[in-house]
């Protein structure tokens, strides 16, 4: 699939990349809404949701960079682990806690893994009240 | 898969269970552990490690929970779910940052998808040099 | 693995590349076949398998290549992405048809995982009598 | 995670239930989003995404729905295997269409994973100029 | 969907049950091949080709439930593990062995998350020349 | 992320790279240890879980390796599918053992696929008194 400069994109995607920047206070698009900039209803929504679910709340916005790049790395996706663990580093993260975080990915395949294949019930004590 | 009990447990296991209660500092040790103790070895290994990994470092406990949810859904593991939820909530999440946390695994999963659909190159911005 | 080629190929595998062209009617044989060419067993049964599937039925072959895009994308096989998306512009597939297909595709995978998540479950009227 | 009905619910979520009885012409909301309204902003953004991807367009509401069932199969959701199946079979599926989409589906994923195991490259033909 | 018994089914199903006994030397058939006996086309060439892929060759039959177990644990699929367990118990699978087994499953799923993670370049070692 | 030497190599490290060659009776280690080695106490904890499991016991070191190409192959893992069945080979496996192995699952992954989608329920027989 090709990838659309903003110069040769139409207005309703450069309102997108606008935003983009403007959001992330840069002057550069990343490829992945490169991509999708050739179906600009999906570009918009996609993007709209995005930036919805990643701003802070109630978990800080670095804390949903280390979740996305976990979600990534269990579904293999290279592109993705690129772009968050890059996106993570921009948001302070250090190598320790890259590190720490994908020991913890690794483990979490594990035991996922293991609960599956033993076919563990769940403890009364988990279920809610 | 048989759940074994503590005052069925060979010695090597309860030592296990031992450890798992003091640790976490309760009187009761959960089915994952219990379905495991049919093989001590893979008991004793998976619990060291588990405990190593998801000690505090420069990743608090609470933000390793979150990740290991994040896992645990995008691999469809419901004991996991339920396990680290409840082990999250001990450590203080709050349901707002729950619903959060879910937001941005549902996202990425969707993201993770379109970026392998579109099969988006890796941007030079996000190689390290 | 190597890719065998025509030329080089055992009769009882020529004979497999004479029944994809002859079907196909093309005249070219894509890697994938020429890939499991080293095992005639599992190419001709892999083979006649997907002539089965694949041809015209309650389902059109064209909405049958797209949900072969649906499922490749949705398991990260680039290469299956890629010969599918092929095949599916071959039968008609528009540039529109398939930015709607990965549109579907990317929110499949996350109410998916949502539903995971939430562990919803089934509702009555879903269940059929 | 509670099921939210509609007497129990805040205006916000009353008003997405209204929007999805209305959009699909029935009279009650199925458990997806009655698990989904305890967090209204995920509710409103994923029905108002499901609704825009959903829509007729260059695909038709139930070869998106055949679509929709491929990916959750693959995915292991039984949530999503049932409503999805249900939805296709409201909009005119029937039992010949749905054993050959299945047939499709478990087809692409042996392919998958012999493409993947082979490491098969990509033809030269399937890229686009 | 629906199970169909032996009494109920159709002729060309009643022919892959009995060969499906034959083949086993039991008198009864699981629920799978029951489930898709709604689809007599995809249960007879299911039923084929799980034949000659599982029959004795260069790997012995209990190696190949070994590996079926494994790739169920991997997929989730429930079904699919307590069948091919019940299998290789019937092959003569140890309960040292499954063990075993389950733990290498465990380690495999970790091990390839963390090489996904990490961007592992593969070792020119690995490369066939 | 950086491959570390030997030579470049903290002590630490270079105690595991040289239990590594010992027990495999080689003069050499592969990429994954050598990305792993950013993080020493991953690196160690590994390395030591790897050993323990993959060691002769009541499976032969073979069919472990099998087993873990069969994970890596449905997990999409291309450096993992790339070492273990380079592994394999040395350990004695033959190529017509590789396409056996690699036709058992790519079988498993599409009857994983049927099971799922058609809801099949556990056989009593299957569930162990």
Redo the contacts between chains.
Sequence with gaps: ?P?IEYEDALPEVRAVYDDIMETRQTD?V???WK??A??P??LR??WE??K???AA???DPL??E???V??????????????H??SARTKGM????L?????????????????????????D???RS
């Design positions: 699939m990838l550069w990343n490829n992945f991509a999708l050739v179906d209803v999906t929504r996609t949701s995005v919805e679910v990643m709340g109630a978990l804390v949903k280390l979740v996305y976990a979600v990534s790395v269990t579904n293999g996706c290279e592109y993705c682990i690129a772009s663990t890059a250090s190598e320790e806690q590190v720490e975080l994908l020991a913890v990915v690794g483990m979490a395949n594990e035991t996922n893994a293991l609960a599956t294949a033993y076919g563990v019930p769940v403890d004590a988990f279920r």
